[in-house]
């Protein structure tokens, strides 16, 4: 059986120059967009197994080396149980899409999609309890060295948080791409999620159609 640093060494290898796009400004939100163009003949997938999702947990912040580390080896493992995990996150992504959607069209989630979401922060719950720290009690995670599902209820955790503390004004999606990010500027008033790339596309139509005479806001301008 291969060593736990032989297996690491090599999936960071073999995802070494795989891209990681990190403009939500939320690991949530992040996550939600590793899935781009939804509903075009041609999406774009970042994460096409549970190897690229553990990996991309790491680079996004969700999870520390270490854990990348240990869980890694466990999902070499228990290949049958990681596929079942790797199922229930590509379900996970569309839910949090949908609910992340509802509340930029200011409507009620989907029944469903709520069921969906607490059935998976169910199962994080019961791997964190509150603890006595010295400035109060402290919400702390137990027993996840090998857990499997450890990055999942991570993310899971991290939508929730920003769900019921996050201004939902703030969660808005790209004019450009349609990526969801989280506005954190002091005036609120963000519009892309990269604005040196989507922001740049629509300077620059707005500059082609000046230069050809054509009068176009940036809610007029094809993208």
Not at 69 to 75: K, N, R, V, W, Y
Not at 110 to 132: C, G, M, P, T, W
Not at 200 to 215: E, L, M, S, T, V
Request: with cysteine.
């Amino acid at each position: 059986m291969k060593t736990q640093s032989t297996v690491v060494r090599e999936r960071k290898l073999h995802f070494k120059n795989t891209e990681i796009p990190l403009y939500g400004s939320a690991h949530a939100l992040n996550f939600v967009n590793t899935l781009t163009k939804r509903g075009s003949e041609n999406p774009k997938d970042y994460l096409t197994n549970y190897e690229a999702f553990l990996y991309w947990c790491n680079k996004a912040g969700v999870i520390d080396y270490d854990h990348y580390q240990t869980i890694s080896l466990e999902a070499y493992c228990y290949a049958h149980e990681t596929k079942g995990i790797f199922d229930e996150m590509i379900k996970t992504r569309f839910m949090l899409y949908e609910i992340f959607l509802s509340v930029i069209e200011q409507r009620p989630a989907d029944e469903i999609f709520v069921r969906q979401f607490n059935l998976v922060l169910d199962s994080a719950s019961k791997h964190f309890r509150y603890i006595s720290a010295p400035g109060g009690l402290q919400l702390a995670w137990l027993n996840i060295d090998e857990q499997i599902a450890l990055p999942l209820w991570m993310v899971a955790r991290a939508a929730a948080e920003l769900l019921t503390k996050g201004d939902p004004k703030r969660i808005k999606r790209c004019k450009t791409c349609g990526c969801m990010f989280f506005d954190r500027t002091k005036n609120g008033a963000r519009q892309w999620c990269n604005p040196s790339i989507c922001g740049r596309q629509i300077n620059d139509k707005r500059h082609y159609h000046a230069k050809k005479g054509i009068k176009a806001g940036i809610d007029n301008v094809p993208v």
